[in-house]
């Protein structure tokens, strides 16, 4: 087991680009979160997905934001039209079965908008 | 929607004594209480968690304890080891559609001082 990986750790981009993260939860997972962290708080809840369905979308999820997950495994997290206010750690967690409610998280992806 | 607040921000202790800190919540729904500790540049990594039939839950050298009446949970550690320098969430949750979305607080930085 190695745990939920993301990619890249790191992204640094021009305002008005567009750019795509990876998530991938640990094997058999088949529930995915997305959170967003700023400096000095705490992680927000994003996005949830159940195998390849998305469930709930927070409303800090703007339609510049999609996740998807199309196979039930892997998941990718794009923001369009990137802006400075965009700039955050994007944590990715996974949960093994509905009987459990431990969140795994990964060691996220650094987003940093010039 | 859930609020939690926690408190303090900040916390120095001497290697070898004690450390709390407190978790307050709002929505008496929520029945998942999670402690994650973050290390610079890694994501949240679970420590103890406590679920809302529970009243107090020790591991080694932490423990949680919750009062559901007051809406609020703490975090002990004793016997503080210079290892335990980190950041330290609470979080409280909700089931959504069978899953639990986590709302965090904002964090407390602890500092074991030799």
């Known amino acids: 087991d190695t745990g939920v990986s993301q990619n890249p750790r790191h992204k640094i981009t021009k305002r008005g680009q567009n750019v795509t993260f990876r998530c991938d939860p640990i094997s058999e997972h088949n529930r995915l979160y997305w959170y967003r962290q700023t400096l000095g708080q705490g992680p927000e809840f994003l996005t949830y997905f159940q195998n390849e369905a998305q469930l709930e979308k927070s409303r800090l999820l703007s339609d510049r934001f999609s996740a998807e997950r199309p196979k039930g495994s892997f998941s990718t997290l794009e923001i369009q039209r990137t802006e400075q206010g965009d700039s955050a750690m994007y944590l990715c967690?996974?949960?093994?079965?509905?009987?459990?409610?431990?969140?795994?998280f990964g060691p996220g992806t650094r987003l940093t908008v010039l | 929607g859930e609020n939690v607040e926690q408190h303090p921000s900040t916390l120095s202790v001497q290697e070898g004594d004690s450390a709390v800190i407190k978790c307050t919540y709002s929505d008496s729904a929520s029945n998942y209480f999670p402690w994650y500790k973050q290390e610079l540049g890694k994501g949240p990594q679970l420590i103890i968690d406590?679920?809302?039939?529970?009243g107090e839950k020790k591991d080694q050298r932490i423990a949680v304890t919750l009062n559901k009446t007051a809406k609020h949970f703490s975090l002990h550690i004793t016997e503080t080891q210079p290892e335990d320098s980190a950041v330290y969430f609470c979080a409280a949750s909700i089931g959504v559609q069978g899953a639990q979305k986590l709302v965090f607080g904002q964090g407390t930085r602890l500092t074991i001082n030799p």
């Open positions: 967690a996974s949960t093994e079965t509905a009987s459990t409610d431990t969140q795994y």
């Open positions: 406590i679920r809302s039939n529970v």
